[in-house]
């Protein structure tokens, strides 16, 4: 039986990059958790751990993950927590662990906004290197009928914010977020959005169904079509051409999508359209995504 030094709250969700890193739950659940499209934390009522308590996990993982050089902060947003209370938890983990590499947590960009830039300065002189942000789309119609809490300004902002602080970004945008009707739009100024901020890390992840395409329907506050393997290729390749970044870190790795991408934009952009030009061309325009119920 695989041990661990905790006793997690289940479902526990990391970023791929953070797979050997030591995980410190700070809150459970998601501090808004009213998205459309996301189910990640439906089965959680939101709730922030008591400092004693995080300091128990903090001194049983540090002696765990001996040499660890990374730690994630979760669940599904920590920065919700104040400025104070991070930097307090920040100082445990770095008495504790030692010399790491980066610390890093998923974010939302109004939680961000809402740090001075000194304390966000404070945080990321503490150790906070790296947030995760879902970004979504940068269509603010399309953001307002998946009912997610942010707008394409208070995003840039945010993220904007953020990176004055020296605080880096990995964000991610979901293809297929509007299915046919907003698919234009969504890409457009999904790549307008990332051309404004210039993440460090970008990522695309394709919606899914993990509780049957007629649950998302319900929630979704317009029309909803959902697209053909050909179409989200289609999407996924007007936004990437719609891409004018520098050094960006490109990956299209979820299980959820329907080929694998890699590269760092825009050296690679050329590449990676001609990869998306040959899928389409060898796929049934008919054809739906196998499986819709991944998460």
């Known amino acids: 039986m695989f041990f661990m030094p905790v006793k997690y709250n289940e479902p526990l969700f990391r970023p791929p990059a953070e797979a050997y890193s030591a995980i410190i739950q700070l809150t459970l659940g998601c501090s808004y958790n009213k998205c459309a499209f996301c189910e990640m934390y439906k089965s959680k009522k939101?709730?922030?751990?008591s400092l004693e308590d995080v300091k128990k996990d903090i001194a049983a993982l540090s002696d765990y993950y001996s040499g660890v050089k990374k730690v994630f902060l979760a669940d599904g947003d920590a920065m919700v927590l104040s400025?104070?209370?991070l930097l307090g938890v920040l100082e445990e983990i770095n008495s504790g662990f030692g010399r790491l590499q980066r610390i890093s947590s998923y974010a939302l960009p109004s939680?961000?906004?809402s740090k001075t830039a000194d304390e966000l300065k404070l945080l990321r002189k503490s150790g906070l290197k790296l947030i995760y942000v879902g970004i979504e789309s940068g269509y603010d119609g399309l953001l307002r009928l998946v009912n997610k809490g942010e707008t394409y300004k208070s995003t840039v902002d945010g993220i904007k914010k953020a990176h004055d602080a020296g605080i880096e970004t990995s964000v991610m945008i979901l293809n297929g977020l509007g299915g046919k009707k907003y698919s234009a739009d969504h890409a457009?100024?999904?790549a307008k959005l990332i051309n404004e901020i210039n993440p460090k890390f970008l990522s695309t992840l394709t919606l899914s169904?993990?509780?049957?395409?007629n649950h998302y329907v319900n929630n979704f506050g317009g029309t909803y079509q959902q697209q053909t393997v050909v179409?989200?290729?289609e999407e996924l390749k007007l936004f990437i051409s719609s891409l004018d970044v520098k050094n960006v870190i490109f990956r299209s790795n979820h299980v959820s999508n329907n080929l694998n991408l890699a590269g760092i934009l825009s050296a690679d952009k050329e590449n990676i359209i001609k990869i998306i030009d040959e899928k389409i061309a060898n796929t049934p325009v008919d054809s739906f995504p196998v499986s819709s119920d991944i998460l």
Request: glycine share 4%; net charge neutral.
């Open 209 to 213: 169904f993990p509780f049957g395409e």
């Open 111 to 113: 939680n961000i906004l």
């Open 231 to 233: 179409e989200l290729m």
């Open 46 to 49: 939101f709730t922030v751990r």
């Open 83 to 85: 400025a104070s209370k």
């Open 188 to 190: 457009v100024n999904s």
